[in-house]
């Protein structure tokens, strides 16, 4: 991105302009309108005025006037100075130094360097021919093109080909702006290093780091040291962020946490992908979800790996959660294989023997579905060979099953109405004054609606030709209290603390770089 800045490597590097075998002898040929030389304090100077220029393997410097001691090798110049090299490179300013011993040549106030549409504003540019290293210390301003770059001090290094800008520095694109603390930038591998607290700004987004690197010709990048992307509705951090610009790919490594802040919702995971083409994301390594709700209960999510889509045609955004898929909200929890959530509708898909638990009832079918309304449990559909286990006590169990299941629940998450569509079969413990359990309501019919309260059966109506019989406790038939595919397993539901982040052991799959990336560290 940096690319057409720095195509003017020889911005600060005035070694084209004075070399060590010009000025470390006296400049030869030198003209003016008028030359004397006089002896001051046992110095012998020569003094030229008007027009004062001289050449030298083509590259020419002219002033008004000019001071040089032979002995001390050191030339003073000054009023128009202009310097010009064989490349066309011109140097502006009102005075010129060079210091022969220290191979240190200055022009100074309000000084412009030219290269084609490239120009440098700055009060003075020094260089070291000894080094071949160029700097400015008093702040530089550089106009290319559409970039516009400041720096409060600015070098070259024309042996490593290596361009430093320092202190405050500012790079406005049409774009982006980048600013920084410390920008650097190779011209052999077209790779700009970012040192210190660097902010890099888009107006879809700004990328945050204390350490980076962007390769303008391969179009890789990484950022890591506080690395993270803040856009309108998101934001994304690690340890290492990483980009192939032509591919529109992104990596992330370690403590990756993404937040939504339109939902209020974060994903966290060790390792990560980013498609932008198709706006896909991909969070893995012990990845957890959660959306706060100050007030209410939170609501967890876990699974071997999540994939977060959003589908700008449709203004919809799906988090797909697959492989040992975990979900809880207050006493709500539950397991299954695999969970797809669409964030606007607040609405889980779940499949692969789900089983979900709320208060005293367990809850499974080949299919659900979950609702959420205000960020609350709101109502369930359960789809073929949907069951409803009630614990009544700690031996007997209200049951209820049949081909299709839909249920709503109150604002306590506690179940309220079940109704039950083809094939309804229940097991409805009576209770004596709401106490004591007086016998068991056995039938099967078409359909059925149960109603719950506090978690327990309170009332149960029939559909369609019900067959039944109520039994007191001591004559239930044997094996008639437990309907087919009856399961208590509390053992298996989820803990709260399933769900904090875990960071995995390190893995050298995700640890090798790839052979884009050796090489741009």
């Not at 774009?175 to 410390?182: E, F, H, L, V």
């Not at 208590?488 to 052979?515: G, I, K, N």
Request: a neutral charge.
């Amino acid at each position: 991105m940096l690319l057409r800045l720095f195509r003017y490597a020889k911005l600060l590097t005035l070694g084209g302009l004075f070399s060590a075998d010009l000025l470390k002898a006296q400049p030869i040929n030198i003209n003016g309108d008028k030359l004397r030389f006089s002896s001051v304090e046992g110095k012998k100077l020569q003094y030229l005025d008007g027009n004062v220029n001289f050449e030298q393997n083509g590259n020419r410097v002219r002033c008004d006037q000019a001071v040089f001691d032979m002995e001390s090798n050191f030339l003073t110049g000054s009023g128009n100075v202009t310097v010009t090299s064989t490349e066309g490179m011109t140097v502006t300013g009102d005075m010129l130094e060079y210091d022969g011993k220290q191979q240190v040549a200055r022009v100074l106030r309000n000084v412009v360097l030219r290269d084609g549409d490239m120009t440098l504003r700055t009060p003075s540019v020094q260089y070291n021919t000894q080094t071949r290293t160029g700097y400015y210390l008093e702040g530089g301003h550089i106009i290319n093109g559409d970039i516009d770059l400041r720096s409060g001090t600015g070098s070259y290094n024309a042996v490593n080909k290596t361009l430093y800008f320092r202190r405050n520095v500012e790079l406005k694109h049409p774009d982006y702006t980048m600013r920084g603390d410390t920008l650097q930038y190779n011209t052999q591998t077209r790779t700009a290093g970012f040192f210190g607290p660097t902010a890099i700004s888009s107006q879809d987004n700004t990328i945050y780091c204390q350490r980076g690197w962007y390769n303008t010709a391969t179009g890789l990048s990484r950022f890591w040291a506080g690395a993270r992307i803040v856009s309108k509705e998101n934001t994304l951090s690690a340890d290492t962020l990483s980009f192939d610009r032509n591919a529109g790919l992104g990596r992330a490594r370690g403590n990756i946490l993404l937040h939504d802040s339109v939902q209020d919702f974060s994903i966290l995971g060790e390792y990560g992908w980013y498609d932008r083409n198709n706006k896909r994301s991909r969070i893995f390594g012990n990845p957890v979800a959660h959306r706060s709700d100050p007030g209410n209960d939170s609501l967890f999510l876990k699974a071997d790996t999540f994939v977060y889509v959003q589908d700008t045609q449709a203004g919809q955004r799906f988090l797909t959660m697959f492989h040992s898929a975990a979900l809880m909200q207050g006493d709500f929890s539950g397991l299954c294989d695999s969970i797809v959530y669409l964030v606007e509708d607040s609405t889980f898909r779940l499949f692969g023997k789900p089983v979900l638990w709320s208060g005293n009832n367990r809850l499974h079918a080949d299919t659900m579905r979950v609702f959420l309304a205000n960020k609350r449990l709101y109502k369930m559909e359960l789809r073929q060979n949907a069951f409803v286990a009630t614990r009544e006590d700690s031996a007997h169990f209200s049951q209820m099953s049949g081909l299709n299941m839909d249920q709503w629940f109150g604002t306590d998450n506690k179940l309220k109405t079940a109704r039950i569509m083809g094939n309804g079969r229940s097991v409805y413990y009576i209770r004596e004054n709401d106490s004591l359990l007086s016998g068991a309501n056995i039938i099967k019919c078409s359909d059925m609606q149960l109603a719950f309260d506090s978690g327990r059966v309170d009332g149960v109506r029939f559909y369609g030709a019900p067959e039944g019989n109520v039994y007191p406790m001591d004559q239930i038939p044997a094996g008639a209290d437990k309907l087919s595919g009856f399961v208590w397993d509390p053992e298996r539901m989820p803990q709260r603390a399933l769900f904090d982040f875990v960071r995995p052991e390190p893995c050298l799959l995700y640890t090798s770089p790839s052979p884009r990336d050796r090489g741009n560290h």
